[in-house]
């Protein structure tokens, strides 16, 4: 038996009838939606050669250039992403509807980058350069999770709006 609740007001939408009409016309979100499960590719597959290292004290080299070649992915969907937001908000970053996953980036690419400072600075040893590595990672991970939530809620914003536009269609029948 359901329980009656108190009506809560609905969270404000994600995006604006306009911006959602730029967001499924630009090319960026295309771009996006290509780099950003080619970028997880290379997380997982770096990860595995990581923890290979690690655990095996073998294959730096091939950790090192999947590591490199992760973070190369990370640039470019940070650039595009922000050429995205500036489509779609008008703004390059920190736009209200994304600002703690743009935030969180921020960490996300420091922590990448200091890998790649330590690799060709060598401040830290092989194993520390891969602790680092593992840093990142995890905070890349969590980041991932915020921008997959956020595209959950965009799909349950749509399926309101739609199911609210059919409902006020059927009243007006």
Request: net charge positive; hydrophobic share 50%; no cysteine.
């Given at each position: 038996?359901?329980q009656?609740?108190?009506h809560?007001?609905?969270?404000?939408?994600l995006y604006?009838?306009?911006?959602?009409?730029?967001?499924?016309t630009?090319?960026?979100?295309?771009?996006?939606g290509?780099?950003?499960?080619?970028?997880?590719?290379a997380?997982?597959?770096s990860?595995?050669l990581?923890?290979r290292?690690?655990?095996?004290?073998?294959?730096?080299?091939?950790a090192?250039?999947s590591i490199v070649?992760?973070?190369?992915?990370?640039?470019?969907?940070m650039?595009?992403?922000?050429?995205?937001e500036?489509v779609?908000?008008?703004?390059?970053l920190?736009?209200?509807?994304?600002?703690?996953?743009?935030v969180?980036s921020?960490?996300v690419?420091?922590l990448?980058?200091?890998?790649?400072?330590?690799?060709?600075?060598?401040a830290?040893s092989p194993?520390?350069?891969?602790?680092?590595?593992l840093s990142?990672?995890?905070?890349?991970a969590?980041?991932?999770?915020?921008?997959i939530?956020?595209?959950?809620?965009?799909r349950?914003?749509?399926?309101?709006?739609?199911?609210e536009?059919?409902?006020s269609?059927?009243v007006q029948?």
């Amino acid at each position: 038996m359901a329980q009656n609740r108190p009506h809560q007001p609905a969270r404000k939408p994600l995006y604006t009838a306009e911006e959602r009409v730029r967001r499924d016309t630009t090319k960026w979100t295309l771009v996006q939606g290509i780099l950003a499960p080619l970028q997880f590719l290379a997380f997982a597959t770096s990860l595995v050669l990581v923890l290979r290292y690690l655990i095996t004290d073998q294959g730096y080299e091939a950790a090192t250039v999947s590591i490199v070649v992760k973070t190369g992915f990370l640039y470019l969907i940070m650039v595009t992403g922000a050429i995205w937001e500036k489509v779609v908000f008008g703004q390059y970053l920190l736009a209200p509807a994304f600002f703690w996953e743009d935030v969180f980036s921020f960490a996300v690419i420091a922590l990448h980058t200091a890998y790649l400072i330590a690799l060709w600075t060598g401040a830290l040893s092989p194993t520390g350069q891969m602790v680092l590595a593992l840093s990142a990672y995890a905070t890349y991970a969590i980041n991932a999770t915020q921008f997959i939530w956020k595209l959950r809620m965009a799909r349950l914003d749509a399926a309101r709006v739609d199911y609210e536009a059919r409902m006020s269609d059927a009243v007006q029948s």
